[in-house]
């Protein structure tokens, strides 16, 4: 019977790891998607577009750096996109630890330019959307105390990493 126990916490332990498995790689998806189509949109946006986002005036620095933005974006969803496969849970930790602080920082510099600037709805937009996306990658970086990713480590990798 103690065994029986021991089998089926086991059976449940493994279950959650695999559910928060198959959750981090939806989001990873969701998040390269978005990343690929805004950064192309970026890229890709038309003069009047930047015109009258600007209050219509075209202003071709906020354009470059616009586009720039979006090379960046479509390089992050591609890299977002193919780490579905990755199996490295330390790989995977740091990612999510990265792309938490990123979109803290993004959000932060959205909401300097919210107060900073003309306010808008657009930015209250992204502000929210940037702390949602975060809090989820948050969410599986610190969540559970770091363990919602599991690392799996042969002794010997651990003595080398503590040298």
């Known amino acids: 019977e103690f065994t029986d126990r021991l089998l089926d916490i086991t059976m449940m332990a493994a279950d959650h790891q695999l559910l928060a498995r198959v959750q981090l790689d939806r989001l ?12 192309l949109l970026s890229l890709l946006s038309p003069h009047h577009i930047i015109a009258a986002l600007n209050g219509g005036a075209y202003n071709h620095g906020a354009h ?3 586009r720039l933005y ?23 930790r740091t990612v999510c630890e990265s792309l938490c602080a990123c979109y803290a920082l993004q959000s932060l510099a959205v909401l300097r330019a ?3 600037d003309r ?5 209250w937009i992204a502000i929210i959307v940037l702390i949602g996306v975060g809090s989820c990658y948050g969410r599986f ?12 480590e042969l002794p010997m990798s651990t003595m080398k990493s503590a040298q």
């Open 28 to 39: 990873f998806l969701m998040d390269a998607i978005v990343s690929v189509m805004f950064g």
């Open 64 to 66: 470059e750096a616009l």
């Open 70 to 92: 979006g090379c960046l974006r479509l390089a992050l969803g591609w890299i977002i996109l193919h780490l579905r496969c990755v199996d490295d849970g330390k790989f995977r």
């Open 114 to 116: 919210q107060f900073t």
């Open 119 to 123: 306010a808008n709805i657009i930015n």
């Open 141 to 152: 970086r610190f969540g559970k105390g770091g363990e919602l990713i599991k690392v799996y």
